[in-house]
């Protein structure tokens, strides 16, 4: 199984609550990854692509195969820093 996911990645967790509540009050999801992801994927909507078990690291991966498709996960946090997670996909 593969899901094709955008996300937008942010260095702090108050930021990332802040973008969560922008996002369930109708807020757009490419228009703020382009605004505040600190990902390369934020210039593309935060898109980026399908992708399998194991290629993500794990609780980015755990979070993106038991969302509901266009469901916004509360914030993930990686090494990166914290994600916001939707999946547009599944394959």
Do not use: R, W
Not at 30 to 46: E, M
């Amino acid at each position: 199984m593969q899901v094709k996911a955008s996300h937008i990645l942010v260095e702090d967790e108050d930021t990332a609550k802040k973008l969560k509540a922008e996002l369930d009050n109708g807020a757009d999801f490419a228009k703020l990854a382009k605004k505040h992801s600190v990902c390369p994927s934020g210039k593309s909507g935060g898109d980026l692509g399908f992708f399998g078990k194991g290629q993500m690291v794990k609780a980015f991966e755990d979070a993106a195969f038991s969302l509901p498709i266009g469901v916004v996960s509360q914030p993930v946090q990686t090494e990166f820093g914290y994600h916001l997670i939707v999946v547009t996909a599944k394959k």
